[in-house]
């Protein structure tokens, strides 16, 4: 079955530091890939996607890169900010399919 | 406006009793959700509608019964509450069963003592 793995958190950076959060996924076909984000005490909120390989999915000054090759869909951003401490979630949908979310990773950043 | 909202934000409640909570999205769409988020943060699909017809319905508790008045509402009810059900309960909508975008309601935090 389709399932998705993101790394365990949580994950302490400093203010600018630079953010990986790694995703791999396992889908049959052509999935769809996202990240949500959930700031504390809200709902998930779409950050970004990607629908096709190569593409890149780009907000907030966060990236990630639909790789196929390798099956993966990091996250990334140059430099983090106190207010994007949150938990991220790696997501697929193949085929319209429900959404698969990974396990979560809990950002903190400190000033 | 809010897109998709829940009610209550809060319930506290006895273990035994028997509680609603209740969601409405004004977006238009088609397709609704229920999930439960425990205390690591793990998201669990638990029901789906689409057109007010169940279409996902994962291995629930039959404690635990969804109802779709209309596509515009999907509420949760459930009997009987143990302490295991403690979690935020997330309502989320999607344009149709073949879009992929969810939007998420800000979760319901149900403490059963």
């Known amino acids: 079955g389709n399932s998705v793995t993101q790394m365990e958190g949580p994950v302490t950076l400093s203010e600018e530091a630079f953010l990986t959060i790694n995703c791999t996924y396992t889908?049959?076909?052509?999935?769809?890939l996202f990240w949500y984000v959930q700031y504390p005490g809200e709902g998930l909120q779409l950050l970004l996607k990607?629908?096709?390989?190569?593409d890149k999915g780009s907000n907030k000054g966060f990236e990630a890169t639909y790789r196929k090759e390798t099956t993966s869909f990091h996250l990334e951003k140059g430099s983090v900010q106190v207010s994007d401490s949150a938990v991220y979630f790696c997501?697929?949908?193949?085929?319209?399919?429900?959404?698969?979310f990974g396990a979560g990773t809990i950002l903190r950043v400190k000033s | 406006d809010t897109a998709v909202s829940q009610t209550p934000k809060y319930l506290v409640t006895q273990m035994g009793n028997d509680k609603s909570i209740k969601c409405e999205q004004n977006?238009?769409?088609?397709?609704m959700y229920w999930y439960k988020q425990d205390s690591k943060k793990f998201l669990k699909i638990m029901f789906s509608?689409?057109?007010?017809?169940?279409?996902i319905n994962e291995t629930v508790p039959n404690r635990f019964s969804p109802k779709s008045p209309d596509k515009a509402h999907l509420n949760l009810h459930i009997n009987s509450l143990e302490l295991g059900d403690s979690a935020v309960y997330f309502c989320?909508?999607?344009?149709?069963?073949?879009?992929?975008?969810?939007?998420f309601g800000p979760g319901t935090r149900l403490t059963v003592l």
């Open positions: 997501a697929l949908s193949a085929y319209g399919n429900k959404l698969v």
């Open positions: 889908a049959t076909g052509y999935p769809s």
């Open positions: 990607a629908t096709k390989a190569d």
């Open positions: 977006l238009g769409h088609d397709t």
């Open positions: 509608y689409n057109n007010k017809e169940l279409i």
């Open positions: 989320a909508s999607q344009r149709g069963a073949l879009e992929n975008e969810q939007f």
